[in-house]
């Protein structure tokens, strides 16, 4: 298994570009979520989603679109890149089987905007 | 709201010796699942330890122990015997439980960088 895969690792935007973040996981996750990181404020939920053609918005949806249309992929849409949105961003896939089950992250990526 | 706070930004240890890293949580949720995840420099999240807020016994995988206080809500992580390899940034998260809420989602702390000196 893969696991969890993202890409690209790292990424420098001008203000105004758009882009896609690719996210993939093999272990059939319902669960998938989209987290950016910023320095002294730990992880902050942008968007997830519970199962292909269902999303929702998190703490930080602004700025960002996400669709689901199979298990496996869920992309991560930067409209209109403001210089905000520098950050490491991690995807993270669950299973609600109960019990420990836990999130598993990608490695990340690393997004600049100048 | 539910919300995680970990009070320490940053912790030293010397190598060998064990620390605790504090946790405190808040929820009105009867049921949910508390987490310590650890980030290294090379930037992944590595799941350490878990405990379910019905288990009466406190987690423990390896040198890793869950001190888990409920009536406190707190869920303290100790490192026993430290290495220089658990120089890191270690994040608490709680998981709301998602038959109450109709989500699955995870709520982080802002972490606490831990430095072990040799």
């Known amino acids: 298994n893969a696991g969890v895969t993202q890409t690209p690792k790292f990424q420098v935007l001008k203000t105004g570009q758009s882009m896609t973040l690719q996210c993939a996981q093999d272990?059939?996750?319902?669960?998938m979520s989209w987290y950016r990181q910023d320095p002294g404020m730990g992880l902050r939920l942008i968007h997830y989603s519970v199962g292909a053609g269902i999303t929702d918005q998190g703490e930080v949806p602004n700025g960002y679109n996400v669709s689901r249309s199979t298990t496996e992929d869920f992309p991560l849409r930067l409209l209109s890149a403001a210089p905000s949105q520098t950050s490491v961003y991690f995807c993270?896939?669950?299973?609600?089987?109960?019990?420990?089950?836990?999130?598993?992250f990608g490695p990340g990526t690393r997004l600049l905007v100048l | 709201a539910q919300k995680i706070t970990q009070t320490q930004p940053g912790m030293f240890v010397q190598e060998k010796e064990a620390v605790t890293l504090d946790c405190t949580y808040d929820?009105?949720?009867?049921?949910?699942?508390l987490f310590w995840y650890k980030q290294p420099s090379s930037g992944e999240m590595i799941f350490l330890i878990y405990q379910g807020s019905y288990d009466e016994q406190n987690a423990t995988e390896g040198r890793y122990s869950l001190n888990f206080q409920k009536a406190r809500k707190s869920a303290n992580l100790v490192i026993s015997a430290s290495q220089l390899g658990d120089s890191a940034m270690y994040f608490c998260?709680?998981?709301?439980?998602?038959?109450?809420?109709?989500?699955?989602?995870?709520?982080f702390g802002t972490g606490t960088r831990l430095k072990v000196l040799a």
């Open positions: 998260a709680m998981r709301e439980p998602p038959f109450t809420s109709g989500t699955y989602k995870y709520i």
């Open positions: 929820t009105s949720d009867q049921s949910y699942g």
């Open positions: 272990m059939n996750h319902e669960y």
């Open positions: 993270a896939s669950s299973s609600d089987r109960g019990g420990q089950e836990t999130q598993y």
